[in-house]
């Protein structure tokens, strides 16, 4: 149907069960937690101009009696919650032109607000729901956007100090531009700034808080040398202000920081379509921190400079071990297929595995406390398995299972698993 024809609603949602089982070293113990969640979603769409979307979500988390790391009484290991994950409104006056003469104008425009996922670059910086105000102008082979947005409050905040953990309260700024005139690569620059307005509850006298920093990347995603060779490459650099450990008046020392990530994936073109996958991944790390890489108690010496990189973005670390990205090493090798694609019943049936091995890259300490009590910088290793099972259109099932070999930087070296499972039904 053409797009200026559309006019309509939409909805359905869906139902997960998971259930996660992992080792917690510092406890030493193993905790299991049980997850329920119920999301429904609606949308509308008039004539592909005007584009509604809203998702709420509805969860229960089950945790074994203790387990949960925050109420180790046991009194309420149970809650419920319920938010709003998604609701935007977008206007798209490229596409009202396109209705109204039957052409593609040359400078396209959209316009987006509400509460929506947002990305740049290759997600290393930025990679999260955002509440925004959202602008996106198409001219020629330049694609350009720009927002200005609101983190939601009770998202987990970057910086792991009690007072402040639990409670996200930041302005972002940022934009991108990507560049779409070669056949098989997409070049991005992009610039984003975020100030800290964080009130810790309970107040602490004890300490101030403020990580307020600029980011500056440049990459490029998208095929190289073979047709089945894919790759994604950036590079980042972090400037700003911070309070360093133990502050209680004005003074704050600079941040400098960066961060590069590659990846290259190789899908071969025969049956039970294998493909392999390779990532290094570097942040920079400061050598004076002494307890975390990622708080602001028991991280940067005051009177110094902080080269801990500290952002917002995503990258798969490993399961069971999991680090921020931050003061690390970390090199990746993997791969995965669909054994059994013959068969219909299990055609999208994909197993893989990944090993990762971690270094830091200062000799201060990461955003995992138990990994900074000894002075070497070998972390240790990691070994993934995992399972993905469309059973149906309706119906999917997936598993993975992770084991963490720390190094010589952790005084506890015990093996770390972490098993999760989780089944989703789609309606």
Request: charged share 20%.
């Amino acid at each position: 149907m053409p797009e200026a024809r559309q006019i309509g609603l939409e909805g359905g949602g869906w139902f997960s069960f998971a259930l996660f089982k992992y080792d917690d070293p510092p406890s030493r113990r193993f905790r299991t937690l049980r997850q329920y969640q119920l999301r429904l979603w609606g949308s509308a769409n008039i004539q592909g101009v005007h584009r509604f979307y809203v998702r709420g979500m509805l969860g229960w988390d089950d945790w074994n009696s203790g387990d949960n790391p925050d109420d180790p009484t046991g009194s309420g290991s149970d809650y419920d919650y319920q938010e709003v994950e998604r609701a935007w409104y977008q206007l798209d006056l490229g596409q009202l032109m396109k209705n109204q003469t039957g052409k593609t104008p040359p400078v396209g425009f959209r316009f987006k607000v509400g509460r929506a996922f947002t990305e740049l670059g290759t997600a290393l910086t930025l990679s999260m729901p955002l509440d925004l105000l959202q602008f996106e102008v198409t001219a020629g082979d330049l694609d350009f956007r720009t927002f200005l947005a609101m983190t939601i409050r009770d998202t987990r905040n970057i910086d792991d100090s009690n007072a402040v953990w639990d409670d996200n309260n930041r302005c972002m700024w940022g934009t991108e531009i990507k560049y779409t005139g070669f056949d098989r690569h997409r070049p991005f620059v992009y610039y984003l700034l975020q100030e800290d307005h964080i009130n810790p509850d309970p107040d602490d006298s004890l300490q101030n808080y403020d990580y307020s920093t600029q980011y500056l990347g440049i990459g490029s995603e998208g095929t190289v040398l073979l047709p089945g060779l894919r790759y994604q490459t950036e590079l980042v650099g972090e400037w700003g202000k911070t309070f360093s450990d133990g502050v209680t008046d004005n003074h704050q020392d600079n941040v400098y920081a960066m961060a590069y990530d590659l990846l290259l994936e190789y899908f071969f073109r025969v049956k039970t379509r294998p493909k392999v996958m390779a990532e290094y991944l570097w942040a920079s790390g400061d050598s004076d921190r002494t307890r975390s890489a990622t708080a602001t108690v028991g991280g940067n010496v005051v009177n110094t400079t902080d080269h801990a990189f500290n952002a917002f973005g995503f990258r798969d670390t490993g399961i069971a071990f999991s680090p921020r990205v931050s003061n690390l090493h970390m090199y990746m090798v993997g791969g995965s297929f669909f054994p059994l694609e013959h068969m219909k019943l299990f055609k999208k049936l994909e197993v893989g595995t990944k090993v990762f091995f971690y270094h830091k890259a200062a000799d201060g300490a990461i955003s995992d406390t138990s990994g900074s009590v000894n002075n070497s910088r070998w972390l240790g290793w990691e070994w993934d398995v995992y399972c993905n099972w469309r059973i149906t259109s309706d119906l999917a099932w997936t598993i993975r299972y992770g084991a963490f070999c720390p190094g010589a930087a952790f005084e506890i070296d015990d093996l770390r698993n972490f098993l999760y499972t989780a089944v989703t039904f789609s309606f």
